[in-house]
């Protein structure tokens, strides 16, 4: 597939003497005090390190894991950081968001390793054991060291992903302790590792270091590791579930050893004595039927109730060690449907309509960050994330289960992951160790689909049996999928997905089509390429001279991508020329910005969602490219860094509703749209076609019922003579008692976009016709009456057209305090609203009250034709 600038002489300032000016630590406190708890089941996790640059800690781990050695002159970085996260940090390199200040980080500066380092106290027990546990690699290769002992050196602790505990009993001595890991410099061309390819300029340590958390478990002589929940449905019935309880007990001595393993999932407990060989390890399984199960279901299907499984072992009437696991009672199944890749749920056909993840680009986990994420994905109505070579850390699965969100695992294109060619045996092995450890860390989560084992490409025979084979011994017991594009393995068969693009702009039309990116089968990953945030946002992360530069199309944009093919706004901005005409200022560019952001991303969503019932060539599954940024950038999401919404989200959110009335940009067909299980009867479509100046063309109302879990059309639109070249169309959705249950405003022309599919690329077709959308400018004045009430953390906000015009585009925001910057993340329940005179609608925002700062709400109305109001 595919802001202030830093002053040089303060980044030669922070160097010191590195090699390639690479902003050194300046000395910092030692971190947090760090105790490892002795008692069977405790796990310890390294609260923060402190960390160096091989350039200048060059003793090596014999002396650097000594509690004598002196780390003054170390930074103090967070427990999961790469290095240039910590050293971000610890304010070696601020603003690195804006400007161009990224490329004033020198890349040779990473080119030596970089040793992380943590003292703390122990106090082990006689017939105790601790094992040292590293939850995912080290990036890109690392040694291990305690105490001044190697416990894995660089052949063992490779990739990014490959978990690892170590037995350390021996090493463990009663009072202080040391702990340092090396790790080696990155190239994702060389190491599996992670890459973020054209997705965002990249990291200039290619995330060298530690990303996932290290950590201490104390057991007795008896551990119990990977505790495993499944349930088994009898579908299409749901009334009862058999659950089986699986978890391995390991005997950690040198003896035989007879231990009685117990647990339970909140109902009645289980038990059974196993004996254990010296050294043995085995999986204890326990099956429990369960009567009326609570059932999780995806957020727009039902709830998200979660088990618990807790289990324990205890040897001669004493805990040895003790674990647990959440897990849901659900079923995912899925099947190839006339070639497109079809998931179920429970037995219920579940149409993925998602968007691809971004971590963040120095690998930060940020929880309250990933949760304000996944409450905006959720209200926006995104059921579905693809997670392409960035498997996120544990609190992120935590959250999308709770939230119903489902989530699509797998590898990374364009990197040493799919240069199989290369690959030798150490890569064999790491590729095993990477899919194993990930599935056994993700399989309880309710909220997975599958696992792609190729992205761009499908792995050979060889490749995929060890991938396989590592699933196997995981108990992986989801869709397994050769490839996110149309490429079959030996084993797997055709992975039923496509990737024919698009990456870059396409008008609405193009989403209706059975070709290439359009409406049919499952679309793995495509979008329409930029995705402009609103001024408030784009002032935060570019400076005036880059802002100026935004009409200029052939311009380099160095916040767009480091690919050559997307780092222009080039036939992007010339289609917005061409459709709204040309934008006089940067402020009218990013106005017209979200009306095209707006139009197409509804258009992509809607297509899916009426083709999903087709008989021929149905659609099945889409994923947005991409939901968010791992750093500031103009295209490719649906929501910015800042966690702004603007109109690629709203557009993204109308077409998304549970229950919904959308136009077909093909046909000039009504469809209905129903996520939920039920069909819902009584409802009426209403129809109105109004000219720029407000005048009503046409107004028809039909009689239809929603199709559970699918759509149904609903006539056509009206086409009625005498309208101006842009006009408008408003869709009302009514219920039986005639509520307004949904609302759709479109702008439309008479005259059509035109597409040359002979020309199409991986990435984009071609137009060679607009649609005439240039009426918009010369709207007449339209006037909104705002009224708010605030509550804590809520605002409801009214608007009702006091004038004689529509009001077009109107966007309301937040602000802390009248005239202060925007409060985010928001929640609203809609935006960028349009209202004919004496319609009035009320938008509801949710936000957390302490971003306020002690200031009073105030709320700032916009629009396309509207002047600023303030309340």
């Not at 001595?253 to 289980?270: K, N, Q």
């Not at 997905?497 to 193009?510: T, V």
């Amino acid at each position: 597939m595919r802001s202030r600038a830093l002053p040089l002489v303060a980044v030669l300032a922070l160097a010191f003497a590195v090699p390639a000016a690479v902003a050194e630590p300046v000395p910092g406190g030692g971190g947090a005090r760090f105790d490892v708890a002795a008692s069977p089941g405790d796990v310890s996790t390294v609260p923060d390190w402190r960390m160096r640059s091989g350039a200048h800690a060059t003793q090596g781990g014999a002396v650097i894991s000594t509690t004598a050695y002196s780390d003054a002159g170390w930074l103090t970085v967070p427990a999961r950081s790469t290095v240039l996260a910590g050293l971000v940090a610890g304010g070696g390199y601020p603003d690195l968001d804006q400007g161009e200040n990224l490329k004033q980080v020198d890349r040779a500066g990473f080119t030596v390793p970089w040793w992380y380092r943590k003292v703390f106290t122990a106090a082990p027990r006689a017939g105790s054991h601790t094992f040292l546990r590293l939850d995912g690699g080290v990036i890109s290769r690392g040694e291990v060291w305690l105490n001044g002992t190697l416990v894995a050196g660089s052949d063992r602790v490779v990739g990014a992903y490959p978990a690892h505990e170590f037995d350390v009993t021996p090493l463990l001595r009663d009072g202080d302790n040391a702990l340092a890991i090396r790790a080696s410099s990155a190239d994702p061309r060389e190491d599996l590792s992670i890459h973020f390819i054209d997705w965002a300029q990249l990291p200039p340590d290619f995330n060298q270091g530690l990303h996932r958390h290290v950590r201490f478990a104390a057991t007795g002589p008896v551990s119990l590791r990977s505790p495993r929940a499944t349930a088994d449905l009898p579908l299409p019935s749901l009334a009862s579930a058999v659950v089986t309880v699986e978890v391995d007990a390991r005997n950690n001595t040198g003896a035989p050893v007879t231990a009685d393993v117990s647990g339970t999932i909140g109902l009645a407990p289980f038990s059974r004595r196993i004996s254990l060989a010296a050294g043995e390890s085995r999986t204890v399984t326990f099956t429990q039927d369960v009567d009326r199960p609570r059932v999780w279901w995806p957020f727009q299907m039902g709830g998200q109730p979660l088990y618990t499984a807790s289990l324990a072992v205890e040897v001669d009437g004493v805990t040895s060690d003790t674990a647990s696991t959440a897990f849901g009672v659900r079923e995912v199944t899925s099947e190839l449907v006339q070639g497109g890749r079809r998931f179920s749920v429970n037995g219920e056909p579940f149409l993925v309509r998602g968007g691809g993840w971004a971590s963040d680009l120095f690998l930060r986990t940020d929880v309250r960050r990933i949760e304000d994420q996944l409450k905006l994905v959720r209200s926006m109505g995104v059921n579905t994330i693809r997670l392409e070579g960035k498997p996120e850390n544990d609190e992120f699965y935590d959250l999308a289960d709770r939230y119903g969100i489902m989530l699509l695992t797998g590898w990374e294109c364009c990197s040493k992951w799919e240069s199989y060619s290369s690959f030798d045996a150490e890569d064999d092995r790491v590729a095993g160790e990477s899919a194993e450890s990930e599935a056994r860390r993700i399989r309880n989560h309710p909220s997975l689909l599958g696992f792609l084992i190729g992205s761009d490409a499908a792995p050979p025979a060889a490749l995929e049996k060890i991938y396989l084979d590592a699933l196997e011994r995981a108990d992986w017991n989801l869709p397994v999928i050769s490839s996110a594009k149309a490429i079959g393995s030996p084993e797997l068969g055709a992975p039923g997905m496509k990737m024919d693009g698009p990456y870059w702009w396409e008008p609405p039309d193009y989403w209706y089509t059975k070709k290439l990116g359009g409406a049919f089968g499952f679309a793995s990953e495509i979008g329409p390429g930029p995705t402009v945030p609103e001024m408030d946002e784009l002032r935060k992360f570019l400076r005036p001279a880059d802002i100026a530069k935004l009409t200029d199309y052939n311009a380099t944009q160095y916040h767009l991508s480091p690919s050559t093919t997307f780092d222009t706004f080039s036939s992007w901005g010339t289609a917005l020329d061409g459709r709204y005409g040309r934008p006089s200022s940067p402020e009218q560019f990013v106005r017209k910005a979200q009306l095209a952001n707006y139009e197409t991303n509804r258009a992509q969503f809607e297509a899916f969602g009426r083709n999903s019932s087709d008989a021929s060539k149905p659609a099945t599954g889409v994923v947005y490219w991409m939901l968010n940024d791992a750093w500031p950038k103009m295209y490719w999401h649906l929501y910015d860094y800042y966690l702004a919404t603007a109109g690629s989200y709203f557009g993204a959110k109308t077409a998304l509703r549970p229950l919904h009335v959308q136009y077909s940009y093909d046909d000039r067909s009504l469809a209905v749209v129903n996520t939920g299980l039920s069909d819902v009867p009584g409802l009426k479509v209403q129809a109105t076609v109004f000219t720029l100046d407000g005048v009503v063309k046409a107004d028809e109302t039909r009689s239809v019922t929603a199709r559970a879990n699918g759509s149904v059309r609903a006539g056509t639109l009206p086409q009625p003579g005498g309208l101006s070249t842009t006009y408008f169309v408003r869709l009302l959705l009514k219920d039986a008692n005639g509520s307004v249950v949904d609302r759709n405003v479109y702008w439309l022309s008479t005259k059509a976009d035109k597409l040359n599919y002979n020309a199409s690329t991986w990435y984009h077709t071609p137009q060679t016709g607009y649609a005439d959308l240039t009426g918009l400018d010369r709207l007449r004045t339209g006037r909104v009456a705002v009224t708010t009430s605030s509550a804590e953390g809520t605002t409801d906000v009214t608007l009702r057209n006091t004038g004689t015009s529509v009001a077009f585009f109107v966007r309301a925001t937040i602000r802390k305090g009248v005239g202060g910057p925007e409060v985010l993340p928001t929640d609203w329940s809609d935006n960028y609203v349009t209202l004919w005179p004496g319609e009035s609608l009320t938008l509801k925002a949710a936000y957390r009250a302490a971003d306020l700062g002690g200031a009073t709400p105030s709320v700032e109305v916009f629009g396309h034709n509207v002047s600023r109001v303030v309340r």
